[in-house]
């Protein structure tokens, strides 16, 4: 559902994301995670089709991100760490809105589904300026769900969600990977990670260190079987000493954030 | 505790001067910053040393004629008595000293007193007074006098009024604790100032003559009357503390001023003791404000000034949208519902209202022709100013959208797509003003000579097909300039501030204008070419129609392939370089 070859992103001199290659099957829900400034946050804008990638290709569905954009596109959702919403359109104005970008006929059905789902349906009249931060988020999400995407991306999903949001949250990934969406997360919760991810990609200044099921890395870096959560192993695995951590880079030039 | 405070004070000037310095190594904020200082030694610091529009070096003392002082300084007074009046009348809010949230969360829970806070704030306040006088002496000083005392003289007129407006938020608080309402203040207030004026009116009523329209025949005599009733009765004494406020300004010399000083600066330090020693708590209505200012400068920083402005209201979409058909549809349907923040279908009802009964009581009276043709001017000058201001009003498209470049990078859609969607509302309802300006000089255009009538309507319909396409290329210029340099466009309030960014506004103006002039050369060429031979052989009237048909076509292709080039910008626009100032 998603393949990713040798993507390479670069920002004048500096190397965001080095000959990152790995993929995607529907279905799975892959973690995405790395110390700050690892590149996480760029790989994923890259995989949505907000950066064009400086050498390497993406493809979400078998479309190219880049020269296919538009079909691409249409399968996919992404969910920034900020919502980020219309000030002056309602909640079901922003609904109606994206159905229209998306071409969905019956937005009206779907849509106020998704708001009773994410328990926003007494708020349909409200502006974003009315609603609490997880309220926000739960408007961001409904309006990416719309569509019913068949590939979603995470950007720290759980921020700002009380602690009922957070259960349903993890409860509609996990729904809709079993529905076959494939789903990359990008978090520093690792006990998120560990919990709902099948599989695991660790990033560090721009390269990839590791990538393969829980299983896999939790052997790769346990000196006995069992003997390191998913905590001890992001350390081992992004430490300096380990031979697989590349170096660090210098730092980005300003207003290039990763 | 007090040095804390002005450490902090300090760093914070120091910092941001530092990184304004540090910045001008980008050649954006050095050429910026090179135009800017032009610009203010053109306008201003070039009259320090030489006269105004190249004169003689202005007077240093000036000499006013006998009388004309008093006068000066009564109208002076009288505008800090409105003044003063309004900060009593039209607050209702309690005292709340406006900090920042950081201020917020490391003053509010430190061991420092109410006192010290407010001698903080008072701190802060004197940096922007300061600016203040020095932009005011600049101008004022073009007409001559001398710099320092402009500048002390202004400076105690804001400093005054400044701790005016905080004493009497504190009085406010004051009364609003006691049971006294905003009403019962309000009528209090209201009913003083009106015994005021009243008493004055009485005393000239009774002894001065009779005032008729025959006395008034130009300003010159009206200032004569406006002298006698503020300078020989009881205004003279009503505005006495004010005139305590602006004589120092006024002094003609340094003995005057001397003189005059040394009351004002009484008058201010008894405002200061007053300041200092209410005991108003403001902390609770200061954190609600200093909320409320974080969410104005968060609104800003995303380009949206409107919200910046005051709490919104949902508006109803101004048509049904469905979920099926041309997707960039949807982004015209979004952004008229945010232009409906600002121009609601009841103020467009207001508008026509006023423009219908304005242009009927022209009709009514255009017995002679005359009223007509001003109208026909006055709508002119309208449309002209609709033209050039607009695009520059109307900012819901890419400039409003920025910020969330991201978002609309992941739609499904064509560059081109969102290029028309985003600049099609305001592109709508300029054109929906323009029309309506044009109707109401179409119907007006019956009541001109008989011999202008076909001309008139010729006019208003090549105007009514030429506008919105002329609306159109204006707004493409300033989206196509965010999206090159969108480090050069203020997409928000809270923006880089200073002589460089004015420089930098003024070099963009100045290319949009050019942009606007190249794009409108072909259509001006095609206009002439078509509608001079026509003229000759049919007259204007009957010419003007094909030619501003022909223009229209030109500019018609020219904006098609503006939208198709604003696209592609779009496309290309990297989002992570996207605040880079």
Redesign the interface.
Do not use: C, M
């Given at each position: 559902m998603v393949q990713v070859e040798s993507l390479t992103k670069l920002?004048g001199e500096f190397t965001a994301v080095s000959e990152l290659t790995f993929s995607l099957q529907p279905g799975e829900v892959l973690g995405l995670v790395g110390p700050n400034g690892a590149g996480k946050t760029?790989t994923l804008?890259c995989l949505?089709?907000?950066?064009?990638p400086t050498r390497g290709t993406v493809r979400v569905g078998g479309h190219d991100i880049v020269r296919d954009?538009?079909?691409?596109?249409?399968q996919?959702?992404?969910f920034?760490d900020e919502p980020?919403l219309?000030?002056?359109?309602?909640v079901w104005?922003h609904l109606?809105?994206?159905?229209?970008?998306?071409?969905?006929?019956?937005?009206?059905r779907t849509g106020a589904a998704l708001l009773e789902e994410l328990e926003i349906a007494n708020k349909r009249?409200?502006?974003p300026?009315e609603l609490s931060r997880g309220m926000k988020q739960k408007l961001a999400i409904a309006c990416g769900l719309l569509h019913s995407p068949r590939v979603i991306y995470f950007d720290e999903p759980l921020t700002g969600l009380d602690p009922l949001g957070i259960r349903r949250m993890k409860d509609s990934i996990l729904k809709r990977a079993r529905n076959g969406a494939a789903i990359i997360i990008s978090s520093h919760l690792l006990h998120l990670v560990g919990e709902i991810c099948s599989r695991l990609l660790i990033l560090k200044n721009g390269q990839k260190i590791i990538d393969g099921t829980l299983e896999e890395v939790t052997r790769k870096f346990s000196e006995q079987p069992g003997d390191a959560n998913l905590e001890e192993i992001f350390f081992r695995a992004t430490s300096e000493t380990n031979p697989a951590a590349p170096a660090a880079a210098p730092p980005l030039p300003?207003?290039?954030?990763r | 505790m007090i040095s804390a405070l002005f450490y902090l004070q300090y760093h914070t000037v120091r910092n941001r001067l530092v990184s304004r310095f540090k910045r001008l190594k980008q050649p954006k904020y050095l050429i910026g910053a090179i135009v800017g200082g032009l610009y203010f030694y053109w306008y201003f610091f070039r009259y320090l040393f030489r006269g105004y529009a190249g004169g003689p070096q202005p007077p240093a003392n000036l000499t006013w004629p006998p009388g004309h002082l008093l006068l000066f300084e009564l109208l002076g007074a009288l505008v800090l008595f409105v003044i003063v009046l309004m900060a009593w009348l039209v607050p209702h809010e309690r005292a709340a000293l406006t900090f920042s949230e950081a201020e917020v969360a490391f003053l509010f829970p430190a061991p420092v007193t109410r006192r010290t806070l407010i001698h903080f704030k008072l701190l802060r306040s004197q940096l922007r007074i300061f600016f203040s006088v020095l932009l005011l002496t600049l101008f004022s000083r073009r007409f001559g006098g001398n710099a320092w005392i402009h500048a002390l003289g202004w400076w105690l007129i804001l400093s005054t009024l400044n701790l005016h407006f905080l004493g009497s938020s504190f009085a406010r608080t004051m009364m609003l604790d006691r049971g006294i309402s905003n009403r019962l203040r309000r009528l209090l207030v209201l009913g003083l100032a009106v015994a005021m004026v009243a008493g004055v009116w009485v005393w000239a009523k009774r002894t001065m003559p009779r005032l008729n329209s025959a006395d008034i025949t130009d300003l010159g005599s009206a200032m004569d009357y406006l002298q006698r009733v503020l300078t020989t009765g009881p205004a003279l004494y009503l505005l006495y503390p004010f005139r305590l406020v602006v004589r120092p300004f006024l002094a003609p010399d340094a003995t005057a001023f001397l003189g005059a000083f040394a009351p004002a600066l009484l008058l201010f330090l008894l405002h200061y003791l007053w300041v200092i020693y209410s005991d108003v708590a403001f902390e609770e209505a200061s954190v609600e404000a200093s909320q409320k200012l974080a969410?104005r400068l968060a609104?800003a920083r995303?380009g949206?000034w409107?919200?910046a402005k005051k709490?919104?209201?949902?508006?109803r979409?101004w048509f049904a949208?469905?979920?099926?058909?041309f997707?960039a549809?949807?982004l015209f349907?979004?952004n008229l519902?945010?232009i409906?923040?600002v121009f609601s279908i009841r103020l467009w009802i207001t508008i026509i209202v006023i423009v219908v009964i304005f242009g009927f009581a022209f009709a009514g009276k255009a017995q002679s022709h005359g009223s007509s043709i001003v109208a026909e001017f006055l709508i002119a000058i309208a449309l002209g100013y609709s033209l050039f201001l607009g695009p520059q009003l109307l900012r819901l498209d890419f400039r409003r959208d920025l910020p969330?470049a991201?978002?609309l990078?992941?739609?499904?859609?064509?560059g081109w797509q969102i290029a028309l969607g985003e600049i099609l509302a305001p592109v709508a309802a300029l054109a929906a003003f323009q029309w309506l300006l044009l109707l109401i000089g179409a119907g007006l255009v019956f009541y001109l000579p008989a011999k202008l009538e076909g001309l008139g309507l010729a006019i208003a319909l090549g105007a009514a097909v030429l506008l919105p396409v002329l609306d159109w290329l204006l707004l493409l210029i300033p989206n196509a300039a965010v999206l090159l340099f969108p480090a050069w466009i203020q997409t928000g309030k809270d923006g880089p501030r200073g002589i460089e960014v004015t420089g930098q506004r003024l070099i963009m103006a100045l290319a949009q204008l050019l942009a606007l002039l190249l794009a409108l050369a072909p259509a001006a060429v095609v206009f002439t070419v078509i509608f001079l031979p026509l003229n000759i052989v049919v007259g204007p009237g009957a010419a003007l129609l094909p030619a501003s048909l022909a223009a229209t076509a030109v500019l018609a292709v020219e904006a098609g392939l503006g939208v198709l080039l604003l696209g592609k910008l779009f496309e290309r626009f990297?989002?992570?370089?996207e605040?880079?100032?």
């Open positions: 920002y760029t804008r949505a089709g907000i950066i064009p954009a538009i079909d691409a596109k249409k996919l959702a992404f920034t980020r219309f000030d002056y359109l309602t104005q109606n809105f994206i159905a229209r970008i998306y071409q969905v006929a019956d937005y009206e009249d409200a502006l300026g300003p207003g290039n954030e | 969410t609104a995303a949206n409107q919200g709490n919104q209201k949902a508006k979409p949208l469905s979920g099926t058909g997707s549809t949807a349907w979004k519902i945010g409906g923040q969330l991201d978002i990078k992941t739609f499904p859609l064509r990297d989002v992570t370089e605040h880079t100032r």
